[in-house]
């Protein structure tokens, strides 16, 4: 998920309009990782979309099943936050494998 979640953000650092000195650094170590990260992963679309949105669904369920329960908390704010951004990468990620493929 990791690998998925660093190529969204490559993409959306590089939509960005006019970005910073800092930004652009982040954005080539980013690359830089996923590279790195790419021979170990052997990204496979069908497997990983599977994968990909079975992650985003149990971090989304675990924490409404604390919203429901009546305990929620920041923790579980950020659990539903955490699973849209998962989510996000989800949806995006069959553009993300032919902008950068395998």
Not at 31 to 41: I, L, R, S, W
Not at 58 to 79: E, I, P, S
């Amino acid at each position: 998920m990791a690998y998925y979640c660093r190529l969204y953000a490559i993409k959306r650092g590089l939509e960005l309009p006019k970005p910073t000195k800092e930004i652009s650094g982040l954005i080539k170590a980013t690359f830089a990782q996923c590279e790195k990260d790419k021979a170990a992963v052997k990204p496979d679309e069908e497997a990983d979309r599977l994968y990909c949105e079975n992650f985003a669904l149990n971090v989304f369920k675990r924490a409404d099943k604390v919203d429901r329960a009546g305990r929620a908390d920041m923790n579980t704010c950020k659990a539903y936050y955490a699973a849209a951004i998962f989510l996000q990468v989800h949806v995006a990620k069959p553009q993300l494998l032919h902008w950068y493929p395998a």
